[in-house]
T-cell receptor
Framework: AQTVTQSQPEMSVQEAETVTLSCTYD???????LFWYKQPPSRQMILVIR??????QNATENRFSVNFQKAAKSFSLKISDSQLGDAAMYFC???????????FGKGTTLSVSS | GAVVSQHPSWVICKSGTSVKIECRSL??????MFWYRQFPKQSLMLMAT?????????EQGVEKDKFLINHASLTLSTLTVTSAHPEDSSFYIC???????????FGPGTRLTVT
């Protein structure tokens, strides 16, 4: 069974600074998807970024980028130029190619200070 | 991506009663929907996979007789919590697989409080 591990329960960053959230996963599959989701206080799940395992290039979405290390089974999220609105809980998630349900890590609560 | 709604957004019920939560795909016909449960400050745990026209597939440890899932149409899945108890109080979230099967969209969630 696949597992997703987020080892940082809480992280903090100052506005305009950069922060990196860690995620590791375990799988025996070669093709899969990885995601980072943001859950603000409203609790609506918001997709931040997605990575296909067969793509070597790291995904980027504006201020958000990932460092995908397939061999190491690592998938970290870097947030650049942090903004107050980035404060939320962030979940790393895995999705098999064969199935479609997401498997989530325990989450990292990010606080942003001015 | 698909727009997903849930109703109600918050429900309070008495212990021993049943409550139904609806998940609707507003702009897409969804053959597959997922139900998650989230306790405060914890992660989302998959409860079951709901497939239109067939029985739901429950994750290990989830009581299928307590959490009844019905996916009778391509736009609606319902989760009924039967004989609810205070420990069932949680945040329930549904998600929908979009047409290309690459995108998963989430509903806004339903907060259930059992008194």
């Amino acid at each position: 069974a696949q597992t997703v591990t987020q080892s940082q329960p809480e992280m903090s960053v100052q506005e305009a600074e950069t922060v990196t959230l860690s995620c590791t996963y375990d799988t025996s599959e070669s093709d899969y998807y990885l995601f980072w989701y943001k859950q603000p206080p409203s609790r609506q799940m918001i997709l931040v970024i997605r990575q296909e395992a067969y793509k070597q290039q790291n995904a980027t979405e504006n201020r958000f980028s990932v460092n995908f290390q397939k061999a190491a089974k690592s998938f970290s999220l870097k947030i650049s130029d942090s903004q107050l609105g980035d404060a939320a809980m962030y979940f790393c998630a895995y999705r098999s190619q064969a199935g479609t349900a997401l498997i989530f890590g325990k989450g990292t609560t990010l606080s942003v200070s001015s | 991506g698909a727009v997903v709604s849930q109703h109600p957004s918050w429900v309070i019920c008495k212990s021993g009663t049943s409550v139904k939560i609806e998940c609707r795909s507003l702009d897409f016909q969804a053959t597959t929907m997922f139900w998650y449960r989230q306790f405060p400050k914890q992660s989302l745990m998959l409860m079951a996979t709901s497939n239109e026209g067939s029985k739901a597939t429950y994750e290990q440890g989830v009581e299928k007789d307590k959490f009844l899932i019905n996916h009778a149409s391509l736009t609606l899945s319902t989760l009924t919590v039967t004989s609810a108890h205070p420990e069932d109080s949680s945040f329930y979230i549904c998600s929908v697989v979009s047409g290309d099967r690459d995108s998963i969209n989430f509903g806004p969630g339903t907060r259930l409080t059992v008194t």
